[in-house]
Structure formats: C-alpha cells, structure tokens
C-alpha cells in the first residue's frame, strides 16, 4: 500500500506582534530612544490617568498625592522605574496596574535590548572595517615592496651585463624569477578593486603610486633587454627568458584593460604609458613569438 505523502505546510503569515517587533528592530537610534521615551512617558500618563479613574487599580501611593502634577511626577518616576526594570518598591502596581506594567516592561526592554544590540553591531562594523584596512594598507605596502624588490634585481643583472659583457646561468634563473614575480604581482592588483576589500577601496594617491610602481618595473625591463642587446649578449636565445616575457606581457595585457574599467580615479595618461611600454617589451620578440 503506497504510503499518502505529507503535504508541505503552509507558509503561515507572521503575526502582528513579529511585525511590530521587526519594524522596531529595523529603527534608527534617534528613534529608538524616542521611542523607548514614548513608552515611558506614554505609560507614565496612563498610570497617572488611571489614579484618578480606578485609583484601586492603579499604583500605589499615586492615589495619595492630591497635587496634579506632583502625582503625575511620580507617575512618571514610577513608569521609568518600571521599563528600566529597576523597581525600587516604594510604589508598586496593584490591580489593572499590574498587566500595564507587564506590557511596558516587556517592550520598554525590547527597545532597550535592540538599542544596545546596534550599538555592539556598529561598533564590530567600525573593528572590521578597521581590520579590512589594516589588511588593505598591508597589502598595498606588500606588492609595492615586492615591485622594488623586482627593480633591485633587475639592476643587479644590468650592472653585471654592463660589467662582464655577459651573465652567468644563475642570473638568467634571476631574470626567470623576476618576471614570473612580475606576473604574480600584476595579477594581485585588480584585487584591490574586488570584493576583496568592499570595506575600503583605493584613493587617487594610492592608485597612482601602484601605476608608478608598475610603470618603473616595466620601464626597468625594457633597460634590461637593452643593456643586453647593447652589450652583445643573446637573451632571446634563453627561451626560459623569452617564455617568461611573452607570458608578462600576456598577463598585462590582459589585467591593464580590466583595471583600467574599474578604476573611479581618471588615471587615462598612466594606463596609457602601461600599454605602451608593455608593447614596447612585446615588439622585442614579436618575430619569433608572437601572442
């Protein structure tokens, strides 16, 4: 016997109370405060109304002030007491009073609980933020770092090819390891604009000094390649070498476009002289690898 399948529950709309609980949760902090001052002051006026009307049920000692507004003080006093759920004892509820009170300290308490938990929220939003931009300031400072780091080798390898008129096998393994660093670099920046860092994004002054960073590396390949020819000697018989710069220039190719897209700051000339001296590399072997 087939077994009945159970029917999927209905989706039951939420109350009114939920409704009312999610709009609160949902208030500025103006307006929270407000709010919670309305109860109070709201609840204050119901107990000093009740007083007069019900004078059995309403808190005690109110009953026993004949003067207006010094009983409506103590109204008041009274409602405080209550949504800050302090209760002194020297005026308690008593029939009616009872279930007001109840229904003020209910919500008094709310407001205050939603109030405090936005304020703890806001103040773990600024410690992310500041955490993101530590990371951020760390990271930009790293691939900055590492660019120079770069340019030193670079000059290193175009001292001694000045110097000796040829290099050594551990200086092409240098100029492999620099370029495939190159590569590694270029690819981190579109990461600055990425989802990456939603929580601080990079300036005009910061922009332009990743874009000087840049350019000055590929400005010192450039010397590299001719220093080399220059002095006579075949890099682009290393095909190790040659690999590298095809693929280098493949990589800025391809991430100078895109960063050039997302980029707010008006940066045109800089991109510019990126893609020029990118192709400026890329003419070097373009006869015999062309992308």
Not at 121 to 148: C, G, M, P, W, Y
Request: proline share 4%; aromatic share 10%; charged share 20%.
């Amino acid at each position: 016997m087939e077994s009945k399948e159970e029917s999927p529950r209905k989706k039951t709309k939420p109350t009114q109370l939920f409704s009312v609980m999610e709009y609160i949760t949902d208030l500025s902090y103006p307006t929270l405060c407000l709010t919670w001052i309305f109860i109070a002051i709201g609840f204050g006026a119901l107990y000093f109304i009740l007083s007069y009307v019900a004078g059995q049920h309403g808190p005690t000692v109110l009953g026993e002030i004949s003067n207006p507004w010094y009983r409506f003080l103590n109204a008041l006093y009274y409602s405080i007491i209550t949504a800050t759920s302090l209760g002194y004892g020297d005026i308690v509820p008593q029939g009616i009073s009872k279930a007001l009170a109840s229904i003020q300290s209910i919500f008094a308490l709310f407001v205050f609980a939603v109030l405090v938990t936005k304020l703890v929220s806001h103040r773990q939003e600024i410690a992310l933020a500041d955490v993101h931009r530590l990371t951020f300031e760390e990271s930009f400072h790293n691939i900055r770092e590492e660019f120079f780091i770069v340019r030193k080798d670079l000059d290193r390898i175009i001292h001694n090819a000045e110097e000796h008129k040829s290099l050594a096998a551990e200086l092409w393994e240098d100029i492999v390891t620099a370029l495939r660093r190159c590569q590694t670099l270029l690819k981190e920046v579109p990461h600055f604009y990425g989802e990456d860092y939603d929580h601080y994004t990079i300036d005009s002054v910061r922009e332009e000094l990743l874009l000087a960073s840049i350019h000055r590396t590929l400005h010192r390949i450039n010397t590299l390649l001719d220093a080399l020819s220059a002095e006579g000697i075949p890099w682009i018989e290393q095909r190790a070498c040659v690999d590298e710069l095809c693929a280098l220039v493949h990589t800025a190719r391809t991430i100078t476009p895109l960063w050039k897209e997302h980029s707010p700051h008006n940066q045109k000339e800089a991109f510019e002289e990126l893609i020029a001296l990118n192709d400026n590399i890329h003419k070097r072997f373009a006869h015999i690898l062309p992308l």
